[in-house]
């Protein structure tokens, strides 16, 4: 072999004992492409070891939804070609590429096939259908997706979410690490709001939202007379904001509550799957997956490897007994996709969909760009960030970061926060645009935040179209004509002329000072994920 390239193919119409250079089954059917990863993986190996020279390994993965038993692993072995050593040659990868015009799944999940009955739970007609591994205790999940959406399980409260109306065990004088967090096993709650007869109870998981964790556990017993709730595991905070002032929470997984069209209950002990048809549904015609994987694609020690245009999907993760959440980041939990002391491995124009992730904003957090925990020399450039909870750009602590051409808009509490006062600078703004509609510009506006101290502006352009631009201080009239000559000699406080912010186009008019400024226009319509390029 040279090094002009080697092309394998990988399909669901294939077969793992056919060579796999053939995009399709030959008129024989005696060759034509793999069948399986695993089984491309090790003709990679094998081509690997027989080359003479480096050369690219492509390996076209065509349409299909490819439902794995394991978790795809790449390690040194299925590696590419690195640069010669003092030279500029080019690297030789291994790229697993989607096929031209096909969209391929790598699934973590299982398309449920069977027979469904119709049965009355609580009043309303649903589906049902037995699962004898489930019975068996074999598999257990807590998500689902009907035909590509992921549907909800029954919950309560319906909308919204509850507030916890005792935090018993709670303590309120202290530091933070003293008290806030302090878990607790219990918690008193609302009339109406538990019952100690619901079916599976200890099936019934209960979620608490507070400051930047959620923890989640499943109840154990209810004191209806005392109203009070224990669940199986230790919370990670305390159940209140402050004293009075309970965390939010809602509960999951309650059958008495499966009642919209959409919502779905497993009951495990009996291995019946409940799910209420959405209007026009059909059971002969609806696809259920339901996932078995927590992790769908592991990289440990390869370098040089490529993914292009793949679709990585279905993939839960099952938090061990007595864990309740993280302590920060949740960093116990498994991505769908890990690397591991990867070097040079790259994934271009894919997409991660269905995972068990979910975000939300809780009193805490709500950024679109956070840069957290002494994150140093970061570049966030030409990003449009508007709308967020809190801020478009919140800084934590960290050090020399610079925040260039970004458009920052339409904060929900400001449009800058800085958490921790620093004795170096921090961030470098440097020709943004910051648009804001009456919140102030600057949020956590210490002594020493906003000045040359910490902080750095050059050239950047503000805009408040309430026209009372606030700069976090006092209410004066005069907070930009102070501010600025000592902060941003060169900043301006102008209108940038966007086409229509309220509906999302920040395209530039002309004529906007921005761009005398040296604002560098971007394409918006780029922001966000963007398809797959029609060359790869």
Same mark, same amino acid.
């Given at each position: 072999?040279?090094?002009?390239?080697?092309?394998?193919?990988?399909?669901?119409?294939?077969?793992?004992?056919?060579?796999?250079?053939?995009?399709?089954?030959? !008129?024989?059917?005696?060759?034509?492409? *793999?069948?399986t990863f695993e089984a491309a993986q090790a003709a990679v190996r094998r081509c690997r070891t027989d080359l003479q020279e480096p050369a690219e390994i492509r390996v076209w993965v065509h349409d299909g939804v490819y439902e794995l038993a394991q978790p795809l692993?790449?390690?040194?072995?299925?590696?590419?070609?690195?640069?010669?050593?003092?030279?500029?040659?080019?690297?030789?990868?291994?790229?697993?590429?989607?096929? &031209?015009?096909?969209?391929?799944?790598?699934?973590?999940?299982?398309?449920?096939?069977?027979?469904?009955?119709?049965?009355?739970?609580?009043?309303? #007609?649903?589906? !049902?259908?037995?699962?004898?591994?489930?019975?068996?205790?074999?598999?257990?999940?807590? /998500?689902?997706?009907?035909?590509?959406?992921?549907?909800?399980?029954?919950? *309560?409260?319906?909308?919204?979410?509850?507030?916890?109306?005792?935090?018993?065990?709670?303590?309120?004088? +202290?530091?933070?690490?003293?008290?806030?967090? /302090?878990?607790?096993?219990?918690?008193?709650?609302?009339?109406?709001?538990?019952?100690?007869?619901?079916?599976?109870?200890?099936?019934?998981?209960? #979620?608490?939202?507070?400051?930047?964790?959620?923890?989640? !556990?499943?109840?154990? %017993?209810?004191?209806? $007379?005392?109203?009070? $709730?224990?669940?199986?595991?230790?919370?990670?905070?305390?159940?209140?904001?402050?004293?009075?002032?309970?965390?939010?929470?809602?509960?999951?997984?309650?059958?008495?509550?499966?009642?919209?069209?959409?919502?779905?209950?497993?009951?495990?002990?009996?291995?019946?799957?409940?799910?209420? &048809?959405?209007?026009?549904?059909?059971?002969?015609?609806?696809?259920?997956?339901?996932?078995?994987?927590?992790?769908?694609?592991?990289?440990?020690?390869?370098?040089?490897?490529?993914?292009?245009g793949l679709t990585f999907a279905h993939n839960e993760w099952r938090e061990p007994d007595a864990f309740a959440d993280s302590n920060q980041a949740s960093h116990e939990v498994p991505g769908a996709l890990i690397l591991h002391r990867a070097d040079t491995c790259?994934?271009?124009?894919?997409?991660?969909?269905?995972? =068990? %992730?979910?975000?939300?904003?809780?009193?805490?957090?709500?950024?679109?760009?956070?840069?957290?925990?002494?994150?140093?020399?970061?570049?966030?450039?030409?990003?449009?960030?508007?709308? $967020?909870?809190?801020?478009?750009?919140?800084?934590?602590?960290?050090?020399?970061?610079?925040?260039? =051409?970004?458009?920052?808009?339409? +904060?929900?509490?400001?449009?800058?926060?800085?958490?921790? /006062?620093?004795?170096?600078?921090?961030?470098?703004?440097?020709?943004?645009?910051?648009?804001?509609?009456?919140?102030? @510009?600057?949020?956590?506006?210490?002594?020493?935040?906003?000045?040359?101290? /910490?902080?750095?502006?050059?050239?950047?352009?503000?805009?408040?179209?309430?026209g009372q631009p606030q700069f976090g201080r006092d209410n004066n009239e005069n907070q930009w004509a102070e501010w600025q000559p000592e902060n941003d000699p060169q900043g301006v406080m102008a209108d940038p002329l966007f086409v229509d912010p309220h509906r999302?186009? @920040?395209?530039?008019?002309? +004529?906007?000072?921005?761009?005398?400024?040296?604002?560098?226009?971007?394409?918006?319509? #780029?922001?966000?994920?963007?398809?797959?390029?029609?060359?790869?």
């Amino acid at each position: 072999m040279t090094n002009t390239g080697l092309e394998l193919h990988v399909s669901l119409d294939g077969n793992d004992a056919w060579s796999g250079t053939l995009a399709a089954p030959d !008129a024989e059917r005696s060759d034509g492409p *793999l069948r399986t990863f695993e089984a491309a993986q090790a003709a990679v190996r094998r081509c690997r070891t027989d080359l003479q020279e480096p050369a690219e390994i492509r390996v076209w993965v065509h349409d299909g939804v490819y439902e794995l038993a394991q978790p795809l692993l790449f390690t040194a072995q299925d590696s590419g070609f690195p640069r010669k050593i003092n030279t500029r040659a080019r690297t030789w990868p291994v790229t697993w590429a989607a096929a &031209p015009g096909a969209t391929p799944v790598i699934s973590g999940g299982r398309r449920r096939t069977g027979t469904w009955s119709e049965e009355t739970v609580n009043g309303h #007609q649903v589906w !049902a259908m037995k699962l004898p591994e489930v019975a068996a205790g074999r598999w257990n999940f807590r /998500q689902l997706w009907v035909n590509g959406q992921r549907r909800l399980r029954p919950r *309560l409260p319906k909308q919204g979410v509850w507030q916890v109306e005792r935090a018993l065990d709670a303590r309120y004088s +202290g530091d933070w690490g003293s008290t806030g967090r /302090q878990g607790t096993c219990r918690f008193g709650y609302a009339p109406g709001q538990i019952s100690a007869g619901w079916r599976n109870l200890r099936d019934v998981e209960v #979620q608490f939202f507070g400051w930047w964790v959620a923890p989640r !556990a499943r109840l154990t %017993t209810v004191d209806e $007379a005392e109203r009070i $709730a224990w669940f199986d595991r230790y919370s990670t905070i305390r159940l209140a904001w402050a004293e009075g002032d309970g965390i939010d929470f809602r509960l999951e997984n309650v059958f008495e509550a499966l009642s919209e069209p959409g919502e779905w209950y497993l009951d495990r002990p009996t291995g019946t799957l409940y799910y209420m &048809p959405m209007p026009g549904e059909k059971p002969s015609t609806t696809e259920f997956v339901a996932p078995r994987l927590e992790t769908l694609l592991r990289i440990d020690g390869a370098s040089n490897i490529r993914f292009e245009g793949l679709t990585f999907a279905h993939n839960e993760w099952r938090e061990p007994d007595a864990f309740a959440d993280s302590n920060q980041a949740s960093h116990e939990v498994p991505g769908a996709l890990i690397l591991h002391r990867a070097d040079t491995c790259v994934f271009h124009g894919c997409r991660v969909l269905h995972s =068990n %992730t979910d975000i939300v904003c809780r009193r805490y957090g709500g950024w679109c760009a956070y840069t957290d925990e002494g994150s140093s020399d970061v570049l966030i450039e030409s990003n449009l960030c508007y709308r $967020a909870n809190r801020e478009p750009f919140h800084q934590h602590y960290g050090r020399n970061n610079v925040v260039r =051409n970004n458009i920052l808009a339409y +904060g929900g509490e400001s449009l800058l926060a800085y958490g921790v /006062q620093e004795e170096h600078v921090g961030v470098i703004f440097e020709c943004n645009i910051l648009l804001s509609d009456d919140k102030p @510009f600057f949020r956590n506006a210490g002594p020493e935040r906003w000045t040359p101290r /910490q902080t750095r502006f050059h050239r950047n352009l503000y805009w408040c179209e309430s026209g009372q631009p606030q700069f976090g201080r006092d209410n004066n009239e005069n907070q930009w004509a102070e501010w600025q000559p000592e902060n941003d000699p060169q900043g301006v406080m102008a209108d940038p002329l966007f086409v229509d912010p309220h509906r999302g186009d @920040f395209r530039l008019r002309p +004529g906007s000072p921005a761009l005398a400024m040296g604002f560098v226009p971007f394409d918006i319509s #780029q922001c966000g994920p963007r398809p797959r390029p029609r060359s790869l």
